[in-house]
Structures are given as structure tokens and as C-alpha cells.
């Protein structure tokens, strides 16, 4: 089983890409191998297989990535499968989890992230809590998706080292987190960690 998430940069055109394509390549960069585990076509698309643990922490980390830089976003669809197809390229391989993740991709219409597998039981609830967190996501300003991808980038450190970090007080990154839904978005991501250990695939 591998998860395969598949997305696409939203409003790539209306900025150059180097605002945005440096961010993307190292964040993909840190969890897979380019070519045969990730890559970047036709300009603004992508596609990356990660274990099926870290699946929504990545595409957490590729939407924070890319919104921090204005007028960017992205749409990322999780698949979760089979790898039955193992090509140099990303792109050339196959198996259920390319195409859950094509098929959710397709499917996104409004929502910028969701999950498909062969478990409805999983993605409905999976996929109704990343609605919930979308509430929240949509309105991170710049400032909160810095904190956030700082604090997700670096678990080891407490409140006070991300203050030194990022020279604030304890107390306005302690109100940062919470405003921004620090807690609840980590306590979501240890769910679905325990969902996919815990799920007859």
C-alpha cells in the first residue's frame, strides 16, 4: 500500500514561478525521490508517492508552502492503493493508488484537498474532517502559515524555541498557534495516523 497525491498549483500564471516553484520542489524533495518518486509536468502539476502515513501531513505542508506566497494555492487528491506498476517515472506507474488519486483529483470541484481509497468508511470520515479544517485553513493569514509550517517543520521544538526561532514572545506565538488551530490540525493529522494503522485495507 503507498498513497499518491496528485495536484496542481491554483493561480500559477499570475505569478512568475520562481516565487512559487522553489518552495514546491523542496518540500516533495524531502519526503521522496525526484522522477521515480515525484515529479513536476506540464508547468504548475505535480504528482508524489509518500508512505501512507504521511500522506496528509505532505499535502498539509505543500498547502502551507505554497500559500504563504500570495495568490497561490493548491488542490492536492490523495489516493491510497496498490503500486502494482513501478516505472522510473512517477508518471508512468500505476496501480489503485494512482487511480483513487486521479479519480479524487477529478472530482475536488470546490474543495482544494481530499482523500480516496477502498475503504468508504475511511474517507468519509478522513475526507469530513478536512472539510472541518478547511474552515480554518482559508483564513490563515501569511503570518499564521509561517507559525504553523514552522511549528509542523520542527515537533521538537516548545513554544519558547519557536519564539527564539522566529524572535517573538512566548505569549504571541502561544496565541498564534491557538488562533490558527495549531492544536486541533495536529491532533487531526495524529488520527489519521492511527486510522491507517488501524484499518483493514
Not at 521522496?32 to 496528509?56: C, P
Not at 505532505?58 to 497561490?72: N, T, V, W
Request: net charge positive; charged share 25%; with cysteine.
Amino acid at each position: 500500500m503507498v498513497s499518491i497525491l496528485t495536484g496542481d498549483v491554483i493561480n500559477s500564471k499570475k505569478v512568475k514561478p520562481d516565487v512559487w516553484l522553489l518552495s514546491l520542489r523542496k518540500i516533495l524533495s524531502e519526503y521522496a525521490n525526484e522522477n521515480e518518486q515525484w515529479e513536476i509536468f506540464r508547468g504548475d502539476s505535480f504528482q508524489v508517492e509518500v508512505e501512507l502515513t504521511k500522506a496528509l501531513e505532505l499535502a498539509f505542508k505543500i498547502k502551507l508552502a505554497m500559500k504563504q506566497h500570495e495568490l497561490i494555492d493548491v488542490r492536492i487528491a490523495i489516493g491510497l492503493g496498490k503500486k502494482t506498476f513501478k516505472s522510473k517515472k512517477i508518471t508512468e506507474s500505476n496501480g489503485t493508488a494512482f487511480i483513487n488519486s486521479g479519480e479524487c483529483f477529478e472530482n475536488l470541484k470546490k474543495s482544494t484537498l481530499a482523500l480516496k481509497s477502498s475503504n468508504k468508511d475511511f474517507d468519509y470520515t478522513i475526507n469530513t474532517m478536512i472539510q472541518l479544517a478547511s474552515l480554518t485553513m482559508n483564513s490563515w493569514t501569511v503570518n499564521s502559515i509561517k507559525l504553523i509550517k514552522v511549528a509542523l517543520d520542527n515537533p521538537e521544538l516548545n513554544q519558547n524555541k519557536i519564539a527564539e526561532l522566529l524572535n517573538k514572545s512566548q505569549s504571541t506565538i502561544s496565541e498564534g498557534l491557538k488562533r490558527s488551530g495549531f492544536d486541533e490540525l495536529q491532533q487531526m493529522l495524529n488520527y489519521y495516523e492511527y486510522k491507517v494503522n488501524n484499518t483493514q485495507w
